[in-house]
């Protein structure tokens, strides 16, 4: 049920002064009374006067003023005894400077119209939380150690009825049996906050405490979570405080000044998105940032946050020339406001939700983005590894008799993959804007482009880190993702992309059940080199090691259309090594080359080792075995 609105409190303006506050959505916002009417409350300090205009008062200004905090705040509130739930509203804003006039959605709305409209709706986040169960075990599911294998999901354009966009519950049923099928862990929502154009994929959001109504009710979305959850798939939210779209009813030029945005373009406007970036060093924009993160784990159980373009945010010259912005206090490159405010957040979202995940996507070498800030660390859980994903794509990308020369892109990432809790991100920014599908980016004709990615999505689930993979990637879509229409699932009745999607499902399987494969994820005691250097043959074996008494796993990957025969391998104990993932076999649309399930060890030294084993390496293959004591 809701909170009834509780009053503003000297600490309350003490901490949104201080930058602090995370529960601004207590204060600010519409909250309907239960004896009818609703509080409103705004921040625009530099208006000169502020009402609410909606549905209820035929939109005129002069009905339903509000005050000013007697607190210096810049608040303004006031309650208005006939606006009801589902009207429409907004505030008109009357600045000091220049006569300006202007209607603004509420910033922190709850529930705004559906888009192209732009008005905020009152509304109540009222709903009987069925997901108990999940809510007192996430934290394990949430855990480093835990399994993590992430489907990024666009829901406009997962699947459509007729043509036209799903409700989140009808998405709610389908999606999580597809997911549980596939036997992924999470699934990460590209941004659900609202935005106006949709083309945007609501990277460009407006409303960063309301879900977009393309998709029905905040209760419709809170049933979306809820029913993943009880299929005990966890949800993370694609969340954006880097930037803001200039539409007039958002966030910028709110009161007649620049309040949320710098108002120097080499600061406060972002050149590559066209749009305002949030002046991390006004404390009040903080706290409303920091309590929009929060927000979402509060009010709607969501499981973590995955912070967007985070990179963008530490670099005072992204995408910027020389002379384009100006440095910080020390004449460096660094915004030490942005730093201050991630650290922040992360503080807080660990604070009140232990059990929950901040994932950064940062995309060059920052240290310790997922190091506790008391290590002077950013404070997130984990970091997308965004230089794992263009090593591995490149080298994916050539030809298999080219590949020797190109080796080591698919080894460097071993050189720093534990200085941070890396995610191994193939995301939807891999597969637009002229990049084609993952399935389009491999080289040869169809049988060895389904070889290709199927050994690559092998590598890539035995290699340290956590997993994502962008909906479609994993049937083999054809065609370029797009955010009109739908994925093309017709393609899973043909044979080579079932064949993909089985062994995607496979690979889950074998991942949540082989604690080797996520147990030390970001530790180099969970991972070991067979060899490494072996370029002339385009070959890669490791081994991964999990705790507590639990069996190694040997990989092999053969990147070549080759079969290798009587490959000699070391490995670290005698026995029986039994195959868990082949992914040349039939049942996944391979030739069938393999080992016939296993490998026994024989006394013979290889790679350091007093074991070894001489297996059959199949084309365009990775494999996955398990030790087993003879």
């Known amino acids: ?25 207590d204060l600010l916002g519409c909250h309907p009374d239960k004896d009818g009417g609703a509080h409103f409350a705004v921040w625009a300090p530099n208006a000169e006067s502020v009402s609410v205009v909606g549905d209820w008062n035929y939109w005129s200004g002069e009905a339903d003023p509000l005050s000013p905090s007697p607190d210096s705040t810049g608040i303004w509130q006031g309650h208005v005894p006939h606006a009801a739930l589902g009207q429409a509203y907004k505030y008109r804003i009357r600045s000091r400077f220049g006569g300006f006039v202007v209607d603004k959605a509420d910033p922190v709305a709850f529930c705004s119209e559906p888009p192209p409209a732009t008005a905020s709706r009152i509304c109540k986040l009222s709903y009987e939380w069925q997901d108990h169960e999940w809510m007192a075990i996430r934290g394990a599911r949430n855990a480093l150690d835990a399994p993590m294998s992430v489907y990024e999901v ?12 799903m409700s989140y519950r009808e998405i709610a049923h389908e999606l999580a049996a597809y997911v549980k099928q596939m036997g992924f862990t999470h699934v990460e ?37 809820d029913h993943l959850h009880q299929n005990e798939i966890g949800v993370l939210l694609d969340w954006v405080p880097s930037h803001f779209p200039t539409d007039e009813h958002g966030l910028a030029y709110f009161d007649g000044t620049h309040l949320y945005e710098h108002a120097d373009p080499r600061q406060g406007f972002h050149p590559e998105w066209n749009s305002s970036i949030f002046n991390y060093g006004r404390a009040e924009v903080r706290s409303f940032l920091v309590s929009s993160g929060l927000f979402w784990l509060d009010r709607y159980h969501l499981d973590g946050l ?29 915004n030490l406001e942005a730093i201050d405010f991630l650290q922040t957040l992360n503080r807080a979202v660990y604070r009140e939700h232990p059990d929950t995940i901040t994932v950064a996507e940062e995309s060059t070498a920052w240290p310790r983005v997922s190091r506790p800030t008391d290590m002077d660390g950013l404070g997130f859980g984990e970091k997308w590894n965004m230089g794992w994903m263009h090593d591995v794509l490149a080298y994916m990308k050539e030809e298999p008799i080219h590949r020797r020369y190109h080796h080591h892109k698919m080894t460097f990432s071993l050189v720093y993959a534990f200085h941070e809790n890396f995610v191994l991100p193939l995301s939807h920014d891999e597969v637009v804007h002229g990049k084609g599908s993952l399935l389009g980016k491999m080289p040869g004709d169809p049988w060895q482009q389904f070889a290709n990615l199927r050994a690559l999505f092998g590598f890539m689930w035995a290699h340290p880190g956590k997993k994502l993979l962008f909906m479609g990637g994993e049937f083999g879509q054809r065609r370029e993702w797009t955010h009109d229409g739908e994925l093309e699932w017709w393609v899973c009745d043909l044979e080579g992309h079932s064949g993909l999607q089985r062994l995607v499902a496979q690979l889950n399987r074998v991942y949540r059940a082989a604690p080797a494969l996520h147990q030390q994820d970001f530790t180099a005691s969970g ?16 081994l991964r090691k ?5 069996p190694p796993l040997l990989v092999v990957s053969n990147m070549t259309p080759v079969p290798r025969t009587n490959y000699l391998l070391g ?30 060890s024989a006394p013979v030294r290889s790679h350091g080792r007093m074991q070894s084993v001489s297996m059959t390496l199949p084309p365009l293959s990775t494999l996955i075995l398990e030790h087993r004591p003879s």
């Open 1 to 25: 049920m809701n909170p009834p609105p509780r009053k503003p409190e000297a600490q309350d303006a003490y901490l949104f002064r201080e930058g602090t506050h995370s529960r601004l959505y």
């Open 527 to 542: 991972f070991e080199w067979v060899t490494a250097d072996d370029a002339e043959h385009s070959v890669f074996a490791f």
């Open 571 to 600: 490995v670290p104990q005698g026995g029986f090594w039994h195959e868990l993932i082949n992914t040349d076999a039939v049942e996944f649309g391979g030739s069938g080359w393999g080992n016939l399930g296993g490998v026994e």
């Open 306 to 334: 995955r912070v967007d373009a985070v990179a963008s945010m530490l670099y005072l010259d992204y995408a910027r020339n020389h002379g384009e912005w100006i440095p910080n206090r020390h004449g460096g490159r660094e």
């Open 189 to 225: 929502l590209m941004p659900v906050t609202e935005h106006p154009f949709y083309g945007s994929w609501g990277y460009q959001t407006t409303g960063y405490f309301a879900p977009t109504a393309r998709f029905g009710s905040p209760q419709d979305f809170m049933y979306l979570v």
């Open 154 to 165: 666009h829901l406009g354009s997962w699947r459509r009825r007729d043509g036209q966009f």
């Open 546 to 550: 999990g705790q507590g008494g639990h």
